[in-house]
């Protein structure tokens, strides 16, 4: 690597054949996996961890110190898995003392000014669109779809293979394999184009839909829903992925489309 017109600090461990274009600055305490593309006015600042074969474009501000009035400057990072896209303008901030890190998981596609804050969790396979917005310690599952302006409220969680609709203000948790939508958000149905694509088949999607209709469409309560599925449904990962993800969400489930 040879680029007389980026900055890259002398304490960066950067991978020989890393790609980095003019007018980027990487500071210390920074490590960059091989195969790596970094676009021209790039901030990569301490503490980030960039896996393999990466595309970042310019403007993106990777490993700020968090917006957060708590921070003490603690020693923190962020990560970013392997064969992640990292589109222009993102910013991603690190770790506070809470997690000590942020993290992006692999092969995830991070659109146009999306914000991810502190101590976020990302899975892997994720697609986040243009504008979307995470506020601090969130935990987002794999697949996850956020569509454009999306904005998640801190500490909220997204469950695996779940899909969030464009403008969607996220207040609650968001359980698997399910599309968010309207206003205050809502289950409006299972991911089923998303579990299609992913090889789930004609049995399990129908599994899924059943878990949700007595969770959502037959007018229990989570507590009477949740008894209900675990007397009735045969035990299965999927099944018991749902149950797991109510049972540990800390803000409560959104709710369904018949709630008032």
Request: aromatic share 8%; with cysteine; charged share 20%.
């Amino acid at each position: 690597m040879n680029q007389p017109l980026a900055y890259v600090h002398p304490g960066a461990k950067i991978a020989k054949n890393v790609v980095i274009e003019p007018f980027t600055t990487i500071h210390n305490n920074v490590v960059i996996g091989e195969g790596t593309w970094i676009g021209s006015n790039v901030t990569i600042m301490e503490g980030a961890r960039i896996g393999k074969n990466c595309s970042i474009f310019p403007g993106a501000v990777i490993s700020a110190t968090p917006q957060d009035k708590k921070f003490n400057d603690e020693d923190t990072i962020t990560e970013i898995g392997d064969n992640t896209t990292i589109r222009e303008c993102v910013t991603i901030n690190r770790g506070t003392a809470d997690r000590m890190k942020t993290k992006i998981g692999s092969n995830c596609w991070i659109m146009a000014y999306c914000h991810i804050a502190h101590d976020c969790i990302v899975g892997d396979n994720c697609i986040f669109s243009n504008n979307s917005t995470l506020a601090g310690h969130i935990n987002v599952g794999d697949y996850v779809v956020l569509a454009g302006m999306a904005a998640v409220q801190q500490f909220c969680s997204i469950g695996n293979h779940a899909f969030v609709t464009g403008g969607s203000l996220v207040r609650k948790d968001v359980p698997p394999f399910v599309k968010a939508a309207r206003e205050p958000l809502s289950y409006v149905g299972i991911n089923s184009i998303g579990l299609r694509r992913r090889g789930f088949t004609t049995e399990k999607i129908r599994e899924v839909q059943n878990i949700y209709r007595i969770l959502y469409q037959q007018n229990y309560n989570n507590s009477q829903a949740v008894a209900i599925i675990e007397a009735e449904m045969e035990a299965t990962p999927e099944r018991d992925e749902v149950l797991e993800f109510i049972k540990n969400s800390q803000r409560g489930i959104m709710k369904g489309y018949f709630s008032n």
